[in-house]
């Protein structure tokens, strides 16, 4: 189950960021990765964090760095390194990095933040049946809060 999770295929996009440098963030995260699929979640959470206070704005660093806060249920963490990486990669952010970012803000009750989102994705992904299945969720439930 955890490698699973952590193969999830957050595409990262590293446009308008130097080459210099993005061979070793990406050896990083697979490194942090391993940590990972080894079952050393404290570790991984470490090195994530060690990473990400270097590299704040390394996509490589923050997708792992979120990754690792899903499995650990750190949603907090989790959406913020998932807002910035949306912030990096516009206007071509992919479709995974804002599908975690719906599930994330779901996990954290933000129905509403979780909705807007993905009504955002929507306007990129309109044929995403994924999108489209949590754009339908988040209706219901926000208008069953109503």
Known sequence: MLQAQ???PLTVSTSGHSARGEGDLARKRFEIAQWVTHGDLDQARQQAQWALDLH???PDILVIHALV???QHDWDAAAQSLSRLVEIQQ???SEHTWHHLIRVQ???GQWRGALKTAYQALQQ???SATINQEFDLLC???L???
């Open 6 to 8: 952590i193969q999830t």
């Open 56 to 58: 704040p704005d390394s």
């Open 69 to 71: 806060c899903e499995i």
């Open 91 to 93: 206007p071509w952010v």
């Open 106 to 108: 779901r996990c954290q």
């Open 125 to 127: 992904f309109p044929a």
């Open 140 to 142: 219901s439930e926000t």
């Open 144 to 146: 069953n809060e109503a």
